[in-house]
Each structure stands twice: as C-alpha cells, then as structure tokens.
C-alpha cells in the first residue's frame, strides 16, 4: 500500500504560481511513476503530468511551459509547481502512483490516489 496526501493547493489571481505537493508513505517510493491529474467540476479527471523513477518528465500539452514536476526521493515526495495559471486550471488536483512500466498519462494504470487538493485562478 501507498498512502498519498496532497498539500498546497489555494486561491491565486490569473498569471500567480502555487506549488503542489504529494508526500508519500509505505512502499518503496522512488520505485513508482508520480503523477499529477485534475478534475473540474462537471468534467472528467485529466492527466496534467508525471515523472518516472528515471526522472522522465510528461506533460500535457495545455500546461507544458507553465507546470513542471519534480520529486524528492529522498523526501518521499512529489511536487508540481504551477507558474502562469490561468481561471481554466481551476480544479482539484490530484497525486497518484503508478507500479513501474506503465503508460504514466492513463488514468487508469494509476493504482494509489490522494484525496485531492483544490486549486482556484481568479480572473
């Protein structure tokens, strides 16, 4: 089992940054894909981004540039530094692991997930 919990999520005006992050218990963390999701009211949970073990970095496309990820094994942590937000970002954004060799941008390959943390971008 992997326990995850979120922190770091607030309220930011258009174009501020908050930096996210998932620390992580139980198994061995530096084994696991991270990854980074988020879900809008009304719409379904979507990929934003993930790092392997490797340090391989994803994104997708509509925050590449703006959102980087990055992980502390060490720390047993996971980070998502959110830079230019704009109001679309608004969401709960969600951490979650993943066993190794797995498509990382599959929600579903996914097999631990934290509760979430919200995230709002005021125009």
């Known amino acids: 089992q992997v326990q995850l919990v979120e922190s770091g999520g607030g309220l930011v005006q258009a174009g501020g940054s908050l930096r996210l992050s998932c620390a992580a218990s139980?198994?061995?963390?530096?084994?696991?894909?991270m990854g980074w999701f988020r879900q809008a009211p009304g719409k379904e949970r979507e990929f934003v981004a993930a790092?392997?073990?490797?340090?391989?970095?994803y994104y997708a496309d509509s925050v590449k540039g703006r959102f980087t990820i990055s992980r502390d094994n060490a720390k047993n942590t996971v980070y998502l530094q959110l830079n230019s937000l704009k109001p679309e970002d608004t969401a709960v954004y969600y951490c979650a692991a993943a066993q190794p060799l797995r498509i990382v941008t599959i929600t579903k390959n996914y097999d631990y997930w934290g509760q979430g943390t919200q995230v709002t971008v005021s125009s």
């Open positions: 139980g198994r061995t963390f530096s084994n696991y894909a």
């Open positions: 790092i392997k073990w490797s340090g391989s970095t």
